[in-house]
């Protein structure tokens, strides 16, 4: 540590002063590229049964190659439930990080997150309805679970929108107030109906989608949360210095050429729709959103154009780490991952932010 | 590039706040705004650097209306210093400044050669050569504003905006930064609490009174013991500096103007 902070002493330049910030974003992939790779194979050996790695590749090459599954292996488990859950836990935490980067951008604060405009409340409620009011309820709209989640967030999406955009439109207290208000609202709603929930089975299932999980993975659900987050992160990274110049304050992204509302509006819908994604699929999983976007920029600093795709590859490690822990911390149950991430994520922020604040 | 405003009127939630304003700064002139609180100082120059739309009259840049520009058009030749102090997002100086090629690049386009020279060239007309790394959030106040100024610079504007630059400065760094303002030889528009300041770096002043321009000329016409009890409310005499020779306003700080 002491040694490379010298050499960056000596060698500071112009051209070695660009390249500090990038460096470390170079670093920071170099390293957490392989990471998850290691994460998603450990995520699919490690289990209430263990899969040997040898198993693993084959049963992974059999299903890539649309092979049948050997009969006495462990190949349906690693193959059906194992590699899309590891697959859409990275897609989940990626698309996490993502989200609260632009959202904290957008309401020019730091303590944003993905759920704070609402948008997971209106889902919410939408899957709780779809539980306790039973497939009588889904049925009539024909939705499923995720659908009837999407529809909700939508849903809140549009009152939200309502709100934010008038009196001069879209100024970050007006999305705040509108998510935090239409939110609890929402929530309110959500809250009744787990009251009214039919037995404990149900109440459970309400739960577990509310404190977020990934026990729904499937491949054909994969798709759509990976497209999202790919077109996601092509358009915020399109607008990742617009982002940078609105960290300073509407009148200087104003000045910078940066047309100021619109490009809010514009995030509001990028960022709304990825949530309402992101929740229909796994429910509201806490905490990834606010500390993902912290802890990349303390290693490759601020600026949009390195931190988004940082944040979404550390976003997705995070979440495979975190849903193996949900997993396998205790035999015979599986924690929901909103848990995990809260005992694990809030200590992580709290031990960086004060090794920060030694350093400063 | 000269820039001048003509007939400016600006309501803000249907309140007229600004009304008939006109003023002027000749090509590479300095140009100040000084009037009392809510006079309609920065509202003037918030439509200038396009964060107001105004609701009648044009600001001109060269003779083009800059309305007829698009916004990125229009930053490649305004450049502007807000009163907003922005937020602590872990931006480092160089980062800061490198913002104002802003409206130089096209989305996904990286830092190229010119971009890094007009930065680093930016840093160094500040005095900020080695300071690209530091956190721009750990920086004193002066040295803030100076990143500031750098990265308004490091835009290569044609006309430059600030809107009380010196607020909370201690006199050292205010003078610092008149100083570096001074030596751009840019034209510019300068919104100004302090008078003396403004008489001796302004060019030109414009005096706003209740969001109307009620004088204009050089400081030494403008700034009479009339106007500043008028204006501002004060009574003053105005003398001359004993070392540069600008007027100089010694303001009667134990009663108002009339008492």
Same mark, same amino acid.
């Given at each position: 540590?002491? *040694?490379?902070?010298?050499?960056?002493?000596?060698?500071?330049?112009p051209?070695?002063?660009?390249?500090?910030?990038?460096?470390?974003?170079?670093?920071?992939?170099?390293?957490?590229?392989?990471?998850?790779?290691?994460? /998603?194979?450990?995520?699919?050996?490690?289990?209430s049964?263990q899969?040997?790695?040898?198993?693993?590749?084959?049963?992974?090459?059999?299903?890539?190659?649309?092979?049948?599954?050997?009969?006495?292996?462990?190949?349906?488990?690693?193959?059906?439930?194992?590699?899309?859950? *590891?697959?859409?836990?990275?897609?989940?935490?990626?698309?996490?990080?993502?989200?609260?980067?632009?959202?904290?951008? /957008?309401?020019?604060?730091?303590?944003a997150?993905?759920?704070?405009?609402?948008?997971?409340?209106?889902?919410?409620?939408?899957?709780?309805?779809?539980?306790?009011?039973?497939?009588?309820?889904?049925?009539?709209?024909?939705?499923?679970?995720?659908?009837?989640?999407?529809?909700?967030? /939508?849903?809140?999406?549009?009152?939200?929108?309502a709100?934010?955009?008038?009196?001069?439109?879209?100024?970050?207290?007006?999305?705040?107030?509108?998510?935090?208000?239409?939110?609890?609202?929402?929530?309110?709603?959500?809250?009744?109906?787990?009251?009214?929930?039919?037995?404990?089975?149900?109440?459970?299932?309400?739960?577990?989608?509310? $404190?977020?999980?990934l026990?729904?993975?499937?491949?054909?659900?994969?798709?759509?949360?990976?497209?999202?987050?790919?077109?996601?992160?092509?358009?915020?990274?399109?607008?990742?210095?617009?982002?940078?110049?609105?960290?300073?304050?509407?009148?200087?992204?104003?000045?910078?050429?940066?047309?100021?509302?619109?490009?809010?509006?514009?995030?509001?819908?990028?960022?709304?729709?990825?949530?309402?994604?992101?929740?229909?699929?796994?429910?509201?999983?806490?905490?990834?959103?606010? $500390?993902?976007?912290?802890?990349c920029? $303390?290693?490759?600093?601020?600026?949009?154009?390195?931190?988004?795709?940082?944040?979404?590859?550390?976003?997705?490690?995070?979440?495979?780490?975190?849903?193996?822990v949900?997993?396998?911390?205790?035999?015979?149950q599986?924690?929901?991952?909103?848990?995990?991430?809260?005992?694990?994520?809030?200590?992580?922020?709290?031990?960086?932010?004060?090794?920060? /604040?030694?350093?400063? | 590039?000269?820039?001048?405003?003509?007939?400016? &009127?600006?309501?803000?939630?249907?309140?007229?706040?600004?009304?008939?304003?006109?003023?002027?700064?000749?090509d590479?002139?300095?140009?100040?705004?000084?009037?009392?609180?809510?006079?309609?100082?920065?509202?003037?120059?918030?439509?200038?650097?396009?964060?107001?739309?105004?609701?009648?009259?044009?600001?001109?840049?060269?003779?083009?209306?800059?309305?007829?520009?698009?916004?990125?058009?229009?930053?490649?030749?305004?450049?502007a210093?807000?009163?907003?102090?922005?937020?602590?997002?872990e931006?480092?100086?160089?980062?800061?400044?490198?913002?104002?090629?802003?409206?130089?690049?096209?989305?996904?386009?990286?830092?190229?050669?010119? &971009?890094?020279?007009?930065?680093?060239?930016?840093?160094?007309?500040v005095?900020?050569?080695? =300071?690209?790394?530091?956190?721009?959030? =750990?920086?004193?106040?002066?040295?803030?504003?100076?990143?500031?100024? =750098?990265?308004?610079?490091?835009? &290569?504007?044609?006309v430059?905006?600030?809107?009380?630059?010196? @607020?909370?400065?201690?006199?050292?760094?205010?003078?610092?930064?008149?100083?570096?303002?001074?030596?751009?030889?840019?034209?510019?528009l300068?919104a100004?609490?302090?008078? @003396?300041?403004?008489?001796?770096?302004?060019?030109?002043?414009?005096?706003?009174?209740?969001?109307?321009?009620?004088?204009s000329?050089?400081?030494?016409?403008?700034?009479?013991?009339?106007?500043?009890?008028?204006?501002?409310?004060?009574?003053a005499?105005?003398?001359?500096?004993?070392?540069?020779? &600008?007027?100089?306003?010694?303001?009667?700080?134990?009663?108002? =103007?009339?008492v």
């Amino acid at each position: 540590m002491t *040694a490379t902070a010298a050499v960056g002493q000596e060698s500071e330049g112009p051209v070695r002063e660009r390249e500090h910030g990038a460096a470390a974003a170079r670093w920071a992939c170099a390293v957490l590229a392989p990471a998850l790779l290691l994460a /998603l194979t450990a995520s699919v050996c490690l289990g209430s049964s263990q899969v040997p790695l040898g198993e693993v590749w084959s049963a992974v090459a059999r299903g890539v190659s649309g092979g049948d599954p050997v009969p006495g292996t462990q190949d349906l488990i690693v193959w059906q439930l194992r590699v899309p859950r *590891a697959l859409l836990a990275a897609v989940v935490g990626a698309g996490l990080g993502l989200v609260g980067t632009a959202v904290q951008a /957008l309401v020019r604060n730091p303590l944003a997150d993905p759920y704070l405009l609402g948008i997971s409340s209106g889902a919410s409620l939408g899957a709780v309805a779809a539980i306790v009011l039973g497939a009588g309820a889904g049925g009539l709209l024909g939705l499923g679970l995720s659908s009837a989640a999407f529809a909700g967030a /939508l849903a809140s999406f549009a009152l939200v929108w309502a709100m934010a955009r008038r009196g001069g439109g879209f100024s970050p207290l007006r999305l705040v107030l509108a998510g935090v208000g239409i939110g609890q609202f929402l929530s309110g709603f959500t809250h009744y109906l787990v009251l009214q929930a039919g037995d404990d089975q149900q109440t459970h299932g309400v739960l577990f989608w509310l $404190m977020g999980s990934l026990g729904g993975a499937q491949w054909s659900g994969l798709a759509l949360p990976a497209a999202a987050v790919l077109l996601g992160l092509a358009a915020l990274l399109a607008r990742a210095r617009a982002l940078n110049a609105l960290l300073m304050g509407d009148e200087t992204a104003a000045s910078l050429g940066v047309e100021v509302t619109r490009l809010r509006r514009e995030l509001f819908v990028v960022t709304s729709v990825l949530t309402g994604v992101l929740v229909s699929v796994s429910g509201a999983i806490g905490f990834v959103g606010l $500390m993902v976007p912290h802890a990349c920029r $303390m290693v490759v600093g601020g600026d949009h154009r390195r931190l988004l795709p940082v944040a979404a590859l550390f976003g997705a490690v995070l979440l495979v780490v975190v849903d193996l822990v949900a997993r396998t911390a205790l035999p015979d149950q599986e924690l929901p991952v909103g848990v995990v991430t809260a005992l694990i994520g809030a200590p992580t922020l709290l031990y960086l932010l004060d090794q920060r /604040l030694e350093k400063a | 590039m000269r820039i001048a405003i003509e007939d400016l &009127d600006v309501a803000l939630s249907g309140r007229t706040v600004v009304s008939g304003v006109g003023l002027v700064a000749e090509d590479g002139e300095i140009a100040g705004l000084v009037g009392p609180n809510g006079s309609g100082k920065s509202t003037v120059l918030r439509t200038v650097y396009r964060h107001l739309r105004p609701h009648a009259g044009r600001v001109l840049l060269g003779g083009a209306d800059i309305r007829s520009l698009t916004a990125v058009q229009s930053a490649r030749q305004v450049a502007a210093l807000p009163q907003e102090r922005g937020s602590d997002f872990e931006l480092s100086v160089r980062e800061i400044v490198a913002m104002g090629r802003t409206p130089y690049k096209r989305a996904f386009a990286g830092e190229d050669r010119t &971009d890094t020279e007009r930065v680093t060239a930016a840093l160094a007309q500040v005095g900020m050569a080695g =300071a690209g790394r530091r956190r721009f959030s =750990a920086l004193s106040g002066g040295e803030r504003q100076r990143v500031l100024l =750098a990265r308004a610079l490091a835009q &290569d504007p044609k006309v430059l905006v600030l809107d009380e630059p010196t @607020n909370h400065l201690d006199v050292r760094h205010q003078v610092e930064l008149l100083t570096l303002l001074r030596a751009q030889r840019r034209t510019t528009l300068l919104a100004l609490h302090d008078l @003396n300041a403004a008489a001796s770096v302004c060019d030109r002043l414009h005096v706003l009174h209740d969001g109307s321009v009620v004088a204009s000329g050089t400081p030494r016409e403008v700034l009479t013991p009339e106007l500043l009890a008028e204006v501002f409310g004060v009574r003053a005499a105005v003398v001359e500096h004993p070392l540069t020779g &600008d007027p100089l306003i010694a303001f009667d700080h134990r009663a108002p =103007a009339g008492v």
